[in-house]
């Protein structure tokens, strides 16, 4: 069975930082929206912002007459945001306190980081 990545302060934490717009309309106001979802095992750790309507979009099946090229430029977007997570991990990582860098370090994402 996978394991579930689950850390809720994470998520208030990535939702302070300067990169968190959606990656569609630069809406700071941002919905967490995993790249895998929750209920197939996916990670906190690997979230993008998204305003609410787009994800409900993509997690209800919902599709407007613009979907194909909001698709089309949320593909691109998700590239660049994808780019620089690994740092925003790391800065995460850095600030965090030494009993929590111990619970990261036993993670998928930050198990490399020891």
């Not at 194909?68 to 690994?86: C, D, G, I, Q």
């Amino acid at each position: 069975m996978k394991s579930l990545e689950t850390d809720k302060a994470y998520l208030r934490w990535i939702k302070k930082q300067l990169e968190w717009q959606c990656v569609i309309t630069g809406n700071p106001e941002a919905d967490a929206c995993h790249l895998v979802s929750k209920g197939a095992s996916g990670s906190d750790y690997w979230v993008f912002p998204l305003i609410h309507e787009m994800h409900m979009n993509m997690d209800h099946g919902l599709r407007g007459s613009s979907w194909n090229v909001k698709e089309h430029r949320l593909r691109v977007e998700l590239s660049y945001w994808y780019y620089s997570l690994p740092s925003i991990h790391k800065r995460y990582f850095d600030e965090s306190t030494d009993s929590k860098k111990e619970k990261l370090l036993l993670s998928k994402t930050f198990g490399s980081y020891g």
